[in-house]
């Protein structure tokens, strides 16, 4: 277990790898120490059993899609923006139509940037995972439920909870699709 200021600092530059392999000098980098007996570093290994793989791996960030969900609620809320002309609920349907296409392309391209980020936050909530069951770290704890007598709560434990807040693994996306699907409804009725 990694403790300490020491080795806090020096645990910024750990790489996980296979147990039995050293890396070499310049892999390991400066600011990772050769020995540290106290808390268990060496080599720019932790030693947290046998198999605990660590990997380079860092959280890429996530650009959230929501260009469609941007839009306006309403396809006759387009209507102001037809400047010659009567803005008849055909033109405003196909004005609305444009702008709604627009976003579309706009969150297809996001979530295109975002598929290498995604597939490496999933393998970097796996890499914890794995390291926290390694080390016997609980998922979950119990608390007394102040309601009742005998009762307890079942919490998850902090650690979950900062990969699902830290390690993001959705832009959005499907949610999106569904704001999509209900506009392009809405546009079919107005130009009915």
Same mark, same amino acid.
């Given at each position: 277990?990694? %403790?300490?200021?020491? $080795? ?9 790898? @296979? ?13 990772? !120490?050769?020995? $540290? ?8 290994? #932790?030693? #947290? ?5 660590? %990997?380079? =791996? &860092? ?5 959230? $899609?929501?260009?469609? /969900?941007?839009?306006?609620? /309403? ?13 008849? @609920?055909? =033109?405003?349907? #196909? ?10 392309? &706009?969150?297809? +391209?996001?979530?295109? =940037? ?14 914890? +995972? ?7 770290? !609980? &998922? /979950?704890?119990?608390?007394?439920? !102040?309601? /009742? ?14 990969? &699902? ?16 699907? =209900?506009? +392009?409804? +809405?546009?079919? $009725?107005?130009?009915?």
């Amino acid at each position: 277990m990694i %403790t300490g200021a020491g $080795c806090r600092q020096a645990a910024v530059g750990l790489r996980w790898m @296979p147990a039995g392999t050293s890396p070499s000098a310049s892999a390991r980098g400066a600011d990772v !120490p050769q020995r $540290c007996g106290r808390h268990g570093l060496h080599h720019g290994r #932790a030693h #947290a059993g046998a198999g605990a793989v660590m %990997t380079d =791996r &860092k959280i890429m960030p996530v650009e959230q $899609c929501g260009a469609v /969900s941007g839009c306006m609620a /309403s396809p006759q809320s387009y209507a102001s923006y037809i400047r010659f002309g009567e803005p008849t @609920p055909k =033109r405003v349907a #196909a004005h609305a139509a444009e702008a709604l296409e627009a976003a579309r392309k &706009k969150d297809l +391209e996001a979530h295109e =940037r975002n598929a290498a980020a995604i597939e490496n936050n999933k393998l970097v909530r796996a890499d914890i +995972e794995i390291f926290m069951s390694k080390v016997g770290m !609980p &998922k /979950s704890f119990q608390t007394k439920n !102040p309601r /009742s007598f005998r009762r307890t709560i079942t919490n998850e434990a902090g650690y979950i909870g900062d990969i &699902k807040r830290s390690v993001p693994i959705d832009d959005r996306l499907r949610i999106c699709n569904g704001d999509l699907q =209900r506009a +392009e409804g +809405e546009i079919r $009725c107005l130009r009915c």
